[in-house]
């Protein structure tokens, strides 16, 4: 079992680095703090899944790393880029060049074919694998020409896993992936994830609401109000297939 | 439903720009309606007003010369009201520093006291004095074009005696609201006047002295206007008379009948196109607009509102944009309306005032035609949301079922990046949507061409009216019909290059129960100026023996065909009544007219050689010296030159048709801009979220735009040809409807009006394009996570 804490080998393995993370949302009158002061270190090739209350900020969070969104006040930094402060075009390529999203509603183009949705990924980065690899990976080497309307709701999301990791990205960032889905469907998915993480290497951050799910992460950060309330890292991880909720 | 109310007003505000365009839509079709509506609405109720205020006679006779006691017969005969004599010569004028021939017609004012009919409006100056000798009126027209003032003086040749005359005043008159001199195809304001002076000192000038030549009267409430016409005429026939005519057949009132039948159908045909086109397009829109609203729907119906409750809310919100927009319609053709009001009466009738009338029906009827439009596609689309069980309507969407398009099936598809497939799967899986995107599009173009018409189709009729049919550059009429041997005289003439003669005899043709008053043309049988055309529009001869009729006069009027006899009464000697056959139908654009071989319309007057006139080919450069001679050839009277004719009539209709184009412009515009954009922001509601996934994954905005807008440039480009295609249509359409004694409009499109109707298409779809290009840049990213859809 390898130990992933912080070491001064991991620190030269630091993907993202954030320092001191703030967002306000100000909605007239009222001033909501979704984050509080973040300060986190995400490291290759690990599993994170980030853990806390419905309003926590977790997806704000995440949505800052993935260059979404713009913190309102500290700093991240994506290897030796800078994302605080980066210009819409420059946020832009590195999404298209380093991170792949999973979303909790798929988000596929349902005009396009799963082979298609993937490809419409890979036309445009630099090293991609090909799609129909990219959906083998996932278990869907036999569907590639099915549309979304044709898929379930569990063979979708792994089109956009697929998807996701088709660029191989440096990190792949899903919010809330099995939300929609139930227990059975939900650890295909994981399983679909954890093997990427571990055959690809990829950086992997994942949202869930549930407990359960945090036991195959390498470390669990929970977050509370806006804060990081702990960071926990599993001394045993489990595999996908032996999870259920 | 409090916060229901409050969900609308938000909603509207959400939707501005759509709002906005979508009035527009509105605002062009009902701007259009009253604009034109209005504007006939105004100048009948001014006609009306001022026919009745200036006693506007509703009989009239011409005839040689009576003694002044014969107007006590006339006035006795049953049914006749009040009864006037008048002086009326055809003179011609001289005006200081114009050198151009000027023809005029010069009318009696009763010595003492007002006239009893025909009254003038005196615009500026006064009347003339008592027993005065060379003071004048003069028609406002012909003052404006030559700037005359009360105080400055100008010529007249009356009866071949120079005359020096004094200008006291300047009026307007029932008689005169539509002035044309006879024998012209346009008005020409500046070589046409007609002028008012003193009975006895007119008389004096044209040895009519204790008698008269014109005669009008009223006719009493229960008269019969034929009774009284066939009386007069009976009085008359010793005097030389040339028929006695009711209202019908007086020359201005005629066109301006005409003109008014014109405009009411172009206040029918113009608007019915316009808001029948807006009312599909708010339809095709509210409908695609509402469909959006699905979800809310089923969630509206899961808390338990009515479906009366649901589709009345949306129903409000539909009708708060008509309102905006019918106002503002409402608004905007009021100001068009006086604008097109003001144009006409400055460049056709002249009217001493003018009664902008714009009827609360008219707005209400463009409110209801609106309103039902925009109700009943929202109301569909209600009805279709809301039958949906609330839990479907509610349930996460399965994502739609696309498939591979044709284009694809027939292996096409490597060349196509995914962003592409995306556009022709998108376009084919909703065709019916598609198709309706492009029909409105086309509709646009469409309209934009129909708008801008005219001006080719009128380019078109006078390049064939002269310079195929009228080819001469001057025509010139005798005081009285001649012997041919004057064309020799005239030919000998420096700068004439080559005499045609005809013969005029004014009739009336009857056949049957219709009759037109007239005259008929006896024109060369081989001649190189005056030509008659085929349908083709290729000159042919006029055979002897018979008539030949252009097509409006034949088919629409006397309804005649070759082979029929028309019964001829002549209007002039000792007017005889002959049976004529009709040989032919030629085609003709403007006005109307008979034609004869000059040879055989002799024959039927049975007189010699004789003509009424001659057309003249003039060198270049000739014209000013030519002019003198004539002017000072007594037998000589009327002259019409066509170049000159043809410029004024650019310089009055052009004022009128470069305003109907650019308020057709305008409005169309304002359409186009309204459909095109809607379509777009409607594509953009229906994939925004499809479109933010995109960009989360890395897409550009540019990447993204072109999904969009791809599809937006595709269903343009493909409306492009089909608005031609609704463009001939609309403009077929025009055409029939606006078939009149005046012109019948040619179908003609020139390559302008395509222009224009792709031009409205395209830069509407690049400023759509370039609004949503800015719209692109504010997708919220991380709000398309959050939600499902
Ligand atoms: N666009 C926004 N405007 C205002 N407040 C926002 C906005 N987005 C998020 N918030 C607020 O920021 C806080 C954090 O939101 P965030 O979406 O990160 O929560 P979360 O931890 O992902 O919750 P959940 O588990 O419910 O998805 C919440 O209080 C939320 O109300
Ligand atoms: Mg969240």
Same mark, same amino acid.
């Given at each position: ?49 980030? =853990? ?98 044709? =898929? ?94 | ?42 100048? @009948? ?30 006035? *006795? ?42 009254? !003038? ?138 003109? +008014? ?13 316009? !808001? ?40 409000? +919100? ?157 025509? +010139? ?21 080559? @005499? ?48 030949? !009729? ?116 305008? !409005? *169309? ?52 040809? @089909? ?13 029939? *409807? ?52």
């Amino acid at each position: 079992m390898m130990n992933r804490m912080p070491t001064d080998h991991a620190q030269a393995n630091a993907i993202f680095v954030a320092h001191g993370l703030t967002k306000i949302y100000r909605m007239g009158e009222v001033e909501v703090h979704a984050l509080r002061g973040i300060d986190l270190t995400l490291y290759r090739g690990e599993l994170v899944v980030l =853990l806390g209350p419905s309003g926590s900020g977790k997806s704000t969070l995440l949505n800052i790393l993935g260059g979404l969104d713009a913190p309102t006040g500290g700093e991240v930094r994506y290897l030796d880029h800078i994302l605080t402060g980066a210009s819409e075009a420059d946020l832009t390529r590195f999404r298209r060049e380093h991170v792949g999203f999973v979303f909790q509603f798929y988000n596929l183009i349902p005009s396009l074919t799963a082979r298609e949705n993937v490809a419409a990924v890979t036309e445009i980065s630099t090293s991609p694998m090909r799609p129909e690899d990219a959906l083998a990976l996932v278990g869907l080497g036999n569907r590639l020409d099915h549309f979304p309307a044709q =898929l379930s709701g569990g063979e979708q999301q792994r089109v956009a896993i697929a998807r996701a990791v088709a660029k191989n990205p440096a990190v792949l960032l899903c919010d809330e992936p099995t939300g929609a889905l139930d227990s059975a469907t939900g650890v295909v998915v994981l399983e679909v994830l954890e093997k990427i993480n571990r055959e690809l290497g990829t950086l992997t951050v994942l949202i869930t609401h549930n407990a359960g799910i945090a036991d195959m992460a390498d470390r669990v950060i929970r977050l509370s109000d806006g804060q990081i309330a702990e960071i926990h890292a599993n001394a045993v991880k489990k595999r996908a297939s032996e999870l259920s909720w | 439903m409090k916060s229901l109310d409050r969900k609308l007003f938000r909603h509207l505000w959400h939707l501005r720009g759509q709002v906005l365009a979508i009035a527009a839509v509105i605002m062009g079709g009902v701007a259009t309606m009253v604009m034109s509506l209005s504007t006939y609405d105004s100048l @009948v109720t001014t006609r009306d007003r001022f026919y009745g205020e200036y006693r506007f006679a509703e009989v009239f006779a011409s005839l040689k010369r009576a003694p002044e006691p014969v107007a006590e017969r006339l006035a *006795a005969i049953p049914g006749v009201e009040r009864l006037e004599t008048r002086v009326k010569a055809g003179v011609k004028l001289e005006v200081e520093g114009f050198s151009d021939p000027i023809t005029g017609q010069l009318l009696s004012l009763p010595d003492v006291g007002e006239a009893q009919l025909n009254r !003038l409006h005196l615009k500026r100056g006064r009347t003339v004095q008592p027993w005065s000798t060379d003071e004048v009126v003069l028609s406002d027209t012909f003052a404006d074009a030559h700037g005359f003032q009360p105080g400055d003086h100008l010529a007249a040749i009356i009866n071949g005696k120079r005359k020096q005359l004094t200008v006291v005043g300047v009026a307007v008159s029932p008689e005169y609201v539509y002035q044309i001199a006879p024998g012209a195809m346009f008005p020409d304001f500046k070589r046409y006047g007609v002028l008012w002076m003193g009975r006895s000192a007119l008389a004096a000038a044209y040895d009519m002295d204790g008698a008269f030549n014109h005669v009008s009267l009223t006719l009493a409430r229960d008269a019969r206007e034929q009774d009284v016409i066939d009386r007069v005429d009976a009085v008359l026939a010793t005097y030389g008379g040339t028929g006695a005519y009711g209202r019908p057949d007086q020359f201005s009132n005629r066109f301006l009948s005409e003109e +008014l039948k014109q405009l009411q159908t172009m206040a029918t045909v113009f608007p019915a196109i316009f !808001l029948g086109v807006a009312a599909f397009l708010l339809n095709v829109v509210l409908s695609r607009l509402i469909a959006l609203q699905r979800e809310q729907i089923a969630i509206l119906k899961a808390f338990g509102y009515s479906y009366a409750a649901i589709g009345a809310h949306y129903v409000k +919100l539909v009708l708060l944009m008509t309102v905006l927009g019918v106002v503002a319609g409402v608004a905007l053709g009021t100001w068009f309306g006086q604008g097109l009001s003001h144009v006409y009466t400055e460049t056709t009738f002249r009217f001493p005032y003018l009664d902008y009338q714009l009827r609360p029906g008219v707005a209400l009827i463009a409110f209801v035609v609106s309103a039902i439009a925009a109700v009943s596609g929202t109301l569909l689309s209600v009805v279709r949301a809301v039958r949906l069980p609330p839990a479907e309507g509610m349930r996460q969407e399965m994502p739609a079922v696309y498939r591979v398009t044709l284009f694809e099936r027939i292996g096409l598809q490597r060349w196509f990046a995914a962003p592409t497939r995306m556009i022709l799967r998108h376009i084919e899986r909703r065709p019916l949507k598609s198709l309706l995107t492009v029909l409105g599009i086309a509709c646009a173009c469409g309209l934009m061409m129909v708008g801008n018409y005219q001006k080719g189709a009128i380019d078109f009729m006078v390049d064939v009216q002269f310079r195929q049919a009228s080819r001469e550059d001057l025509s +010139l009429a005798f005081i009285e019909p001649t012997s041919s041997r004057a064309l020799h005289e005239l030919a000998a003439l420096p700068g004439v290059d080559y @005499v045609e003669g005809f013969r005029n005899v004014p009739a009336i043709l009857r056949f049957g129960q219709y009759h037109h008053r007239g005259a008929i043309f006896g024109i060369q049988p081989e001649g190189q100026l005056h030509r008659s055309l085929d349908s083709s529009l290729q000159p042919v001869g006029v055979p002897p023996g018979g008539v030949v !009729l252009t097509d409006h006069l034949a088919t629409e009027i006397l309804h005649v065909k070759p082979g029929d006899l028309l019964t001829v009464e002549v209007l002039e000697g000792s007017r005889p009544v002959r049976q004529v056959p009709v040989l032919g139908i030629t085609k003709q654009y403007l006005g109307v007219s008979a034609y004869m071989q000059q040879d055989s319309l002799n024959a039927l007057m049975r007189e010699g050689g004789t003509v009424s006139g001659a057309y003249l080919a003039v060198q270049p450069g000739k014209e000013t010296e030519l002019y003198a001679r004539l002017h000072e050839r007594p037998r000589v009277l009327g002259l019409v030159a066509n170049k000159a004719a043809i410029q004024s009539f650019y310089a009055t209709i052009g004022e009128f048709i470069l305003f109907y184009n650019l308020v057709a412009t305008v !409005l *169309a515009g304002a359409i186009g801009f309204g459909v095109v954009y809607n379509s777009a922001r409607i594509s953009l509601s229906e994939r925004g979220r499809e479109l933010a996934s995109l960009r989360v994954l890395g897409f550009t905005r540019g990447e993204i735009a072109y999904i969009l807008l791809g599809e937006l440039a595709l269903l343009t480009l493909a409306a492009i040809p @089909v608005g031609f295609v609704v463009g001939v249509g609309l403009v077929g359409i025009l055409v029939v *409807a606006f078939q009149s004694e005046l012109y019948r409009l040619p179908l003609i499109l020139t390559p302008q009006n395509y222009a224009m109707g792709a031009s409205v298409v395209i830069v509407s779809a690049l400023l759509s394009g370039l609004l949503l290009w800015h719209r692109l840049g504010r997708l919220d990213l991380v709000a398309v996570l959050k939600t499902r859809e």
